[in-house]
């Protein structure tokens, strides 16, 4: 740290990625990124053009990629925001709705980015605690009087609460923005893109990182009414207006485009991560509901770390959060039927004295 650094900022703490392993190559089960590579479609946009025109900008409106999400969710072009990351579109969320008069209200175990961006902004939040059992409880945001944000599919636990609770939730704070984080919903059911045209607070916020293969391009976007859109892009327009490069937009729209491919490989992954609850529950693991392409489990004879610890020295690379509630679990990206495979057996080996 500088002695430069602003006083406002030393103090933060910030968010903690999921580990790159550079050095060895490991199954690599630790960052919710798909097994499959991007579309083939995908393959062929990014092409010696595509290459060449990275000497222009690209389009600030990012017109196409806006045009191929709303044609596929069936909304204008003028309730979608687009953004390097869904991450990008959480912290503009958080600058544009966000204050000291508008808190904002989220679960003690979820995405980690979400108190981040909250002390970044200076914003007054609360954690409220999910049940024992780890489920999220729909009352305990409805009429909260302040900004709601909710992962749903909740991460890193999986479990998902129903699209009605969610409407009963935007329904009962008609004063605050409900920000719906749905950046694992492809892999649970619908989601709730079909209220934003009934709700004008609610915000859903998706990526193509998890469910469209392409973490590495960094894109994200937020269906929402057209005035939150707006609020959004006064954000990028007055930080950075080309957020999104050239190449990724071109990847987005042909990954978009090519249905089949997205729901191939998304249902492959459901079908991969039923084989490995059924698989982790022959072994004793106490594994959650997951509707995500995680599963996160924890076993009765071995602490969390200890199975991170010796499934890390057989070259296999989870995520263990050594937070309060959760240290007992690993979540566990699902990946290919070969690598669940190979885990398992692992894992048989760990636990068989
Ligand atoms: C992965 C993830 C994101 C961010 O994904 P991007 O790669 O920035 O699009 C957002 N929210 C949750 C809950 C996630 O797990």
């Given at each position: 740290m500088s002695r430069f650094l602003s006083e406002r900022l030393a103090g933060l703490s910030v968010y903690t990625p999921g580990e790159q392993p550079k050095n060895r190559k490991y199954i690599k089960l630790n960052t919710n990124e798909s097994p499959y590579p991007p579309s083939p479609a995908v393959l062929e946009v990014l092409n010696r053009g595509e290459a060449e025109a990275l000497r222009l900008y690209p389009d600030p409106e990012c017109g196409a990629l806006k045009a191929a999400i709303a044609k596929e969710y069936g909304?204008?072009?003028?309730?979608v925001f687009v953004s390097n990351g869904s991450d990008e579109s959480l912290s503009f969320a958080f600058m544009a709705f966000c204050d000291e008069r508008h808190g904002i209200v989220f679960p003690d175990i979820t995405y980690g980015f979400y108190p981040v961006y909250a002390k970044l902004y200076g914003v007054p939040y609360e954690e409220i605690p999910l049940r024992a059992d780890l489920t999220l409880a729909p009352a305990d945001y409805m009429s909260v009087g302040r900004n709601v944000v909710i992962a749903n599919p909740n991460a890193p636990t999986g479990l998902a609460i129903p699209e009605d609770e969610i409407e009963k939730i935007v329904r009962s704070n008609p004063d605050h923005v409900v920000m719906i984080d749905e950046a694992y919903v492809d892999f649970h059911g619908e989601g709730c893109i079909s209220l934003t045209r009934k709700y004008s607070n609610l915000l859903v916020i998706r990526t193509f990182s998890k469910s469209r293969q392409l973490a590495g391009a960094r894109l994200g976007y937020a269906i929402g009414d057209a005035a939150l859109i707006e609020d959004l892009e006064r954000i990028k327009f007055s930080t950075n207006p080309y957020n999104i490069n050239r190449l990724s937009m071109a990847a987005g729209i042909a990954a978009m485009e090519d249905r089949d491919y997205f729901k191939t490989c998304r249902d492959e992954i459901v079908r991969t991560r039923k084989y490995t609850v059924r698989e982790l529950r022959r072994l004793g693991f106490d594994v959650t509901d997951s509707r995500a392409n995680f599963v996160f489990a924890k076993h009765p004879c071995m602490s969390g770390e200890e199975i991170y610890t010796k499934l890390r020295e057989a070259g296999i690379l989870v995520r263990h959060f050594s937070l309060p509630?959760?240290?007992?679990y690993n979540r566990i990206t699902v990946g290919t039927p070969a690598e669940m495979e190979e885990m398992i057996r692992v894992l048989e080996g760990i636990l068989t004295p």
């Open positions: 909304v204008g072009t003028e309730n509630r959760i240290a007992d």
